[in-house]
T-cell receptor, first 112, second 115 residues
């Protein structure tokens, strides 16, 4: 039982490049989340998926798209990376309403 | 959204109890208080949560005041490995019908456990 896994662990992009951050969970959780964390700040919600087949915007969705590929996987795509998207990205999953959220180890993204 | 207020930092001696305060004066009746911590730049780790009553688990205790406007996380015997940023969070229901709740993180409080 690996919990929440994220790939890659670290990535460097040039401005304008695209990439997809992958997240998977093996806990059969219904809900999944993408957060970003900037230096010295708390986490901010980008997008979430309450259940398979649904996605909703969070606090800072601009510049991102998501796909809930199946119950296990929730990917985050940057179509045209910008330096302002340099951050650490965390994926989380949750079994159901009022249940605990569990976080992955994070992806560190640097956009030059 | 209910907001939380925590001091920016706190020191504690190893082996002593660490009492981490949090104010959430605008909390609604159905909102839970959650505590997470983040060690270095790892993913946040769940510690404990509660609604009205005091809660205890293998990691910590949570004391919530009767008016629910504040709470205290207690680490009974702090160790060096407890050095981390601690987040006090009020659970906010999402707008999606039947959907799950998002976590609203503030800047948290840096706890440093000293030898």
């Amino acid at each position: 039982n690996a919990g929440v896994t994220q790939t890659p662990k670290f990535q460097v992009l040039k401005t304008g490049q695209s990439m997809t951050l992958q997240c998977a969970q093996d806990m059969n959780h219904n809900s999944m989340y993408w957060y970003r964390q900037d230096p010295g700040m708390g986490l901010r919600l980008i997008y979430y998926s309450a259940s398979e087949g649904t996605t909703d915007k969070g606090e800072v969705p601009n510049g991102y798209n998501v796909s809930r590929l199946n119950k296990r996987e929730f990917s985050l795509r940057l179509e045209s990376a910008a330096p302002s998207q340099t951050s650490v990205y965390f994926c989380a999953s949750q079994r159901g309403v009022q249940e605990t959220q569990y976080f992955g180890p994070g992806t560190r993204l640097l956009v030059l | 959204d209910a907001k939380t207020t925590q001091p920016p930092s706190m020191d504690c001696a190893e082996g002593r109890a660490a009492n981490l305060p949090c104010n959430h004066s605008t909390i609604s009746g159905n909102e839970y208080v959650y505590w997470y911590r983040q060690i270095h730049s790892q993913g946040p780790q769940y510690i404990i949560h509660g609604l009205k009553n005091n809660e205890t688990n293998e990691m910590a205790s949570l004391i919530i005041t009767e008016d629910r406007k504040s709470s205290t996380l207690i680490l009974p015997h702090a160790t060096l490995r407890d050095t981390a940023v601690y987040y006090c969070i009020v659970r906010v229901p999402t707008s999606t019908q039947g959907g799950s709740e998002k976590l609203v993180f503030g800047k948290g409080m840096k706890l440093t456990v000293n030898p």
